[in-house]
């Protein structure tokens, strides 16, 4: 076998520690023939890739764990997601986007959550941009925004969906050393079809193909092109 | 000036096409009367084309406020829900394809000759596009935005007044630019039906007395009418585009 090989990372199966549990989840877009059958449990502390080819479903096994399909039990309620597309609002300000979740959910904005705000921004370097409007600002500082959003939300459970698509390979490396810091006690799924993006902060990687997840394997394994390409026809 | 003169340039041209038309073809003036001939009815009758303009302006603005406020309400109301947007979009569609000349005498029948059913004609013809771009807006939002603001836990009201709402109002704004632009339709064809004043009544008023000239006059008078309205309303929603930053 050349390039990549599977080595043996066990993750335990400990009731205790486990967060998500996917049980024969067929993945499908309305219309069209199911594509891979998923099954697959992420314990609490789990910060893994998530690879595929484009249209084999990773985004749409995201959208299956957040909108509680029936294959999924989650462990917590507390789920973040951020995506290629920030979901920030272009007339609010920087401050404003953070606190949104307070403003859907009804809730009394304290100068707490506010303060805790300010410094999430401080922590993305994005502090004296605070007030300002989020139309204004850069790819990668609204990625930023959106990560101290995410941070605020004290979600157990982050859904990174090609979060650095889009954004040019400078502010995807500083971006990337942000989420290693500010992530690090908490359950991520990155979803990419670049290793690179997730080769600078995490250290396994799942598979998804057209037939099944495959994994765990680690992302050195990825190194070269050949190796990659192997694992994402699923001949790994 | 020199921008101004670039927007009339075209409408200098056709004006000299036209009256070029009138001397080599030596058209009747009651089939086509020169430019000249309706420029002296424009200034001669005045009052009467100006009481005639101001009665169809009337009915323009206010079907146009109406429409706008119904079709942004009935978006509102349907656009939040996909069942109800389905089930209530046949009835919308059917309310645009019908011409509003097959139902202009019904609405002659039932609201009379005056005001109100230029008013309702006008409406009907503006609340569809408002309607249709405000659903636009609500549809607009992407895949990955309604997942993220689900994993925020939103309550709906908030989730639709403080993203949904703000989020379609470009669209309504688009809509309420492109109902400006056919708000004019409603009102002249209702005065068509049958009315005692405005700009389609003295149209056929004139025509019916060979007055071709008084026609253009009034034709004219309509045009100008309908483009300061639609730059009034482009104006109006551009600046609360703007100001409102919805725009990204």
């Known amino acids: ?62 959208s299956a764990i957040i909108q509680d399909s029936l294959a999924v039990t989650k462990d917590s309620e507390r789920i973040a997601y951020l ?31 506010t303060e805790q705000a300010l410094n999430l921004l401080y922590q993305v370097e994005l502090g004296t941009y605070a007030h300002r409007q989020v139309s204004l600002l850069s790819g990668g500082q609204k990625a930023r925004i959106a990560l101290a959003r995410v941070l605020l939300e004290q979600s157990d459970l982050v859904l990174l969906d090609e979060p650095f698509a889009g954004l040019d390979r400078s502010t995807r490396i500083q971006i990337a050393a942000l989420c290693q810091k500010l992530f690090a006690s908490k359950t991520v799924i990155l979803v990419t079809h670049d290793p690179r993006d997730a080769q600078d902060w995490l250290d396994t990687a799942m598979v998804l193909t057209t037939e099944s997840i495959k994994g765990p394997y680690r992302l050195n394994d990825f190194a070269s092109d050949r190796a990659l390409i192997q694992a994402l026809d699923g001949d790994l | 000036m020199n921008r101004l003169l670039f927007a009339t340039f075209p409408l200098l041209l056709l004006v000299a096409l036209w009256w070029l038309a009138v001397i080599a073809l030596e058209v009747p003036h009651f089939i086509l009367p020169s430019p000249e001939r309706v420029a002296r009815v424009l200034v001669e009758r005045l009052p009467l084309i100006s009481g005639h303009a101001f009665t169809t302006a009337s009915e323009i603005v206010s079907g146009l406020m ?21 089930i209530t979009m046949p ?99 209702g005065e068509w039906v049958g009315s005692s004043s405005g700009l389609g009544y003295l149209m056929l008023h004139a025509n019916g007395r060979g007055q071709t000239d008084l026609m253009f006059a009034a034709l004219i008078v309509l045009c100008v009418e309908a483009l300061l309205i639609w730059s009034l309303v482009n104006r109006l929603t551009n600046r609360f585009d703007q100001n409102s930053h919805f725009a990204d």
């Open chain 1, 83 to 113: 995506s290629q597309q920030p979901a920030l609002l272009p007339w609010a300000t920087a401050i404003e986007n953070v606190l949104l979740g307070f403003k859907l959910r009804g809730d009394t904005q304290s100068p707490e959550a």
């Open chain 2, 66 to 86: 109406l429409g706008t406020l119904l079709g942004f309400a009935v978006a509102c109301l349907i656009g939040d829900s996909k069942k109800l947007t389905q």
């Open chain 1, 1 to 62: 076998m050349t390039g990549a090989r599977r080595r043996g990372i066990v993750t335990q199966c400990d009731p205790e520690l486990t967060v998500l549990t996917i049980t024969n989840l067929d993945l499908s877009y309305p219309g069209h023939e199911t594509l891979a059958t998923v099954s697959w449990q992420v314990n609490r502390g789990d910060q893994v890739a998530l690879l595929g080819r484009s249209g084999t479903g990773k985004s749409t096994l995201l």
């Open chain 2, 91 to 189: 009835a919308l569609v059917i309310s645009q394809a019908l011409p509003v000349f097959a139902i202009a005498p019904i609405l002659m029948l039932w609201l009379g000759y005056g005001f109100a059913s230029k008013l309702a004609m006008t409406t009907l013809i503006v609340f569809f596009p408002v309607t249709a771009s405000t659903l636009a807006g609500f549809r607009a939002m992407p895949r990955s935005w309604e997942l993220t603001f689900q994993t925020l836990r939103p309550k709906r009201w908030q989730l639709f007044w403080f993203v949904r709402l703000p989020l379609a109002i470009p669209y309504a704004l688009s809509g309420v630019r492109v109902a400006a632009s056919v708000a004019p339709i409603g009102a002249v064809v």
